[in-house]
């Protein structure tokens, strides 16, 4: 099926550690984004890149290093898990020209820090 | 910066009733995008509608439709008929085509559809 994919759907791990997400997308998408859903629902931009190149990072800690090895796989590695961590993040993937208003997102990944 | 703001949390509907969700948006921009998404229990998110600042024509998908009014920068959105599968967070959302194409979300709003 043509989607944006995220694995996994689900994390569970302790303060400190280290811990990535992968998304991949099979749309033919250059733009891709992670969004942050905090536990009162409220969706934050945190990343995009398009084309493989950083082209929005709102002042997320550096411990949140994404990283776009092609134009289908947009990962999101996470230093030194902290409790407020905890939240649900999208992936989402937008195609280029005049369509690139549209975004396609994930199923997201529930991450849970203890 | 854009803000988006949704100031009901929670909406109740009868089933086949109407129900009508409101948004307001703050901006400086002529020309940007406005959304609802859905996010059913699955958590998955759903696009229903969209419309273009330029379009003064209001968008319609099935029973989903909005009342854009740009200058008061308000994008309501109504769900006619409601059913059981629309109960859901619902989220406005803008896109501005000057800021890298990222979605700015307004808090949400939770529809209830009764039986």
Same mark, same amino acid.
């Given at each position: 099926? +043509?989607?944006?994919?995220?694995?996994?759907?689900?994390? #569970?791990? @302790?303060?400190?550690?280290?811990?990535?997400?992968?998304?991949? !997308?099979?749309?033919?998408?250059?733009?891709?984004?992670?969004?942050?859903?905090?536990?009162?629902?409220?969706?934050?931009?945190?990343?995009?890149?398009?084309?493989?190149?950083?082209?929005?990072?709102?002042?997320?800690?550096? %411990?949140?290093?994404?990283?776009? =090895? &092609?134009?289908?796989?947009?990962?999101?590695?996470?230093?030194?898990?902290?409790?407020?961590?905890?939240? #649900?993040?999208?992936?989402?993937?937008?195609?280029?020209?005049?369509?690139?208003?549209?975004?396609?997102?994930? =199923?997201?990944?529930?991450?849970?820090? +203890? | 910066?854009?803000?988006?703001?949704?100031?009901?949390?929670?909406?109740?509907? @009868?089933?086949?009733?109407?129900?009508?969700?409101?948004?307001?948006? &703050? +901006?400086?921009?002529?020309?940007?995008?406005?959304?609802?998404?859905? @996010? =059913?229990?699955?958590?998955?998110?759903?696009? #229903?509608? %969209?419309?273009?600042?330029?379009? @003064?024509?209001?968008?319609?998908?099935?029973?989903?439709? $909005?009342?854009? !009014?740009?200058?008061?920068?308000?994008?309501?959105?109504?769900?006619?008929?409601?059913?059981?599968? &629309?109960?859901?967070?619902?989220?406005?959302?803008?896109?501005?085509?000057?800021?890298?194409?990222?979605? +700015?979300?307004?808090?949400?709003?939770? $529809?209830? #559809?009764?039986?």
């Amino acid at each position: 099926d +043509t989607a944006v994919s995220q694995t996994p759907k689900y994390l #569970v791990t @302790q303060m400190g550690n280290d811990k990535s997400i992968k998304c991949e !997308q099979n749309l033919g998408h250059d733009t891709m984004y992670w969004y942050k859903q905090d536990s009162k629902k409220f969706l934050k931009i945190m990343f995009s890149y398009n084309n493989k190149e950083l082209i929005i990072n709102e002042t997320v800690p550096n %411990r949140f290093s994404p990283k776009s =090895p &092609d134009k289908a796989h947009l990962n999101l590695h996470i230093n030194s898990l902290e409790l407020g961590d905890s939240a #649900v993040y999208f992936c989402a993937s937008s195609p280029p020209g005049h369509k690139v208003h549209e975004q396609y997102f994930g =199923p997201g990944t529930r991450l849970t820090v +203890t | 910066a854009q803000t988006v703001t949704q100031s009901q949390p929670e909406m109740s509907v @009868q089933e086949a009733e109407t129900v009508t969700l409101s948004c307001t948006y &703050d +901006t400086s921009e002529s020309d940007y995008y406005l959304f609802w998404y859905k @996010q =059913p229990p699955s958590r998955q998110m759903i696009l #229903v509608i %969209r419309q273009e600042a330029y379009k @003064q024509q209001n968008a319609t998908e099935n029973r989903f439709s $909005v009342n854009f !009014q740009k200058a008061a920068k308000s994008f309501s959105l109504k769900i006619s008929d409601s059913q059981l599968g &629309d109960a859901a967070m619902y989220f406005c959302a803008y896109r501005s085509k000057a800021a890298g194409n990222k979605l +700015t979300f307004g808090g949400g709003t939770r $529809v209830l #559809v009764k039986p």
